[in-house]
């Protein structure tokens, strides 16, 4: 089974910027699709952005397009979030999410999780 790690979370003031990484071992991690996610307290997992393993499309959620990239290395079995001009309202645990799918916005079509990275930012 694939087993996902984050890293790179902390704590940032508003418009500053965090890199992520999601290191990646089991599995065939070329070919699954790779997705941020995140969650605050009392609230559903919310999606941030996805990859495919298909010609590496990517996709993302209104609230971060323009700010936020998403890219993979498949060499390395790793995802990486960019995070740029961060807000206050994107403080939340994130969750990298791998699934043998094309790419997909909703957290119960991926099958591996990781345990999650926090990232706070102060206004």
């Known amino acids: 089974q694939m087993q996902l790690v984050e890293s790179g979370g902390g704590l940032v003031q508003a418009g500053g910027s965090l890199r992520l990484s999601c290191a990646a071992s089991?599995?065939?991690?070329?070919?699954?699709?790779m997705a941020w996610f995140r969650q605050t307290p009392g609230k559903e997992r919310e999606f941030v952005a996805a990859i495919s393993w298909i010609a590496g499309s990517t996709y993302y959620a209104a609230s971060v397009k323009d700010r936020f990239t998403i890219s993979r290395d498949n060499a390395k079995n790793t995802v990486y979030l960019q995070m740029n001009s961060l807000k206050p309202e994107d403080t939340a645990v994130y969750y990298c999410?791998?699934?043998?799918?094309?790419?997909?916005?909703?957290?119960?079509?991926?099958?591996?999780w990781g345990q999650g990275t926090q990232v706070t930012v102060s206004s």
């Open positions: 089991g599995g065939t991690f070329s070919r699954r699709a």
């Open positions: 999410a791998a699934g043998r799918i094309y790419y997909s916005t909703r957290a119960d079509e991926y099958d591996y």
